[in-house]
């Protein structure tokens, strides 16, 4: 999928802009062609070496908008 391409790799910011990691993958809902989470990783070389198996799973109603960088919403959005 096209936009799933995309988001692979962007950088996501909670709502105070903080870099909190980079989209590694995408959970979808094959039936409904939605996307339901963000997997994202927690960056850097140990990660681009395959050594960090640190991830966050970020539902996707918590996305408030996708630019060149992914922004979060807050907690009062």
Known sequence: MRIVEE?????????????????????????????EA???GKGGLSEGLGLS?????VPYDMVKK???KVLLKSGLD
């Open 66 to 68: 996708i630019g060149d």
């Open 7 to 35: 988001i692979i790799g962007k950088e996501v910011l909670d709502n105070s802009a903080t870099i909190i990691g980079k989209v590694k993958d995408v959970e979808m809902d094959p039936e409904a062609q939605k996307i």
């Open 38 to 40: 963000l997997v994202l």
């Open 53 to 57: 198996k640190g991830e966050t799973i």
